[in-house]
């Protein structure tokens, strides 16, 4: 989760969002170069006299900076494209949960078993325990297993939510009436907080989500003590 200053993304714990903070870091190399050369030109246009008549009607700088862009943009959108098919891409995953948003809280039901349903509420902050979060915990954590791909379907009983783990780069609207998926898979165990990213009413503050990824072993223990 994110620190105090903290500037940057989170740390990666999907293999999805370690693409996208590399294609972060790709696209603003770009830009810096871009800025740079910018800022160098008018730089220079406003601190010397000199000028060049050859550049007043040259076909050669005109080819150049209508083909130059359009080699940016291709350098842009081939990486973004792999890694849109790679979101959108589903391979036979292991468990199914489905997430259900309402006016303010989550439910969330795991299809493979048959009675395994509970809602999860944010915990008053005058109810946390020393070494708990302010307007994160929750009472019901959503357990899964750790280095298996999970499929997770969304939707929404009342009003537009946003399902949303930063840490996954994970974002997926609820909406009413439509079954919207998206795939996680998390390479290490831990605690990973996320928030309803749609404004959704008045106590759109107050809808967090806690994901907690254990060992498949854990997870057996843990699902067979809630059937």
Known sequence: MPYSTQLGFQDATSPIMEELLHFHDHTLMIVFLISTLVLY?????????????RALDAQGVETIWTILPAMILILIALPSLRILYMMDEINDPSLTVKTIGHQWYWSYEYTDYEDLTFDSYMIPTEELKPGELRLLEVDNRVVLPMEM???????????????????????????????????????????????????????????????????????????????
């Open 41 to 53: 030109i008018i730089s220079a246009m406003l601190s010397t006299k000199l000028s060049n008549i």
């Open 149 to 227: 791909p999970v499929r997770m379907l969304i939707s929404s009983e009342d009003v537009l939510h946003s399902w949303t783990i930063p840490s996954l780069g994970l974002k997926t609207d609820a909406i009413p009436g439509r079954l919207n998926q998206a795939t996680l898979m998390s390479t290490r165990p831990g605690l990973f907080y996320g928030q309803c990213s749609e404004i959704c009413g008045s106590n759109h503050s107050f809808m967090p989500i806690v994901l907690e990824m254990v060992s498949l072993k854990t997870f057996e223990n843990w699902s067979s003590s809630m059937l």
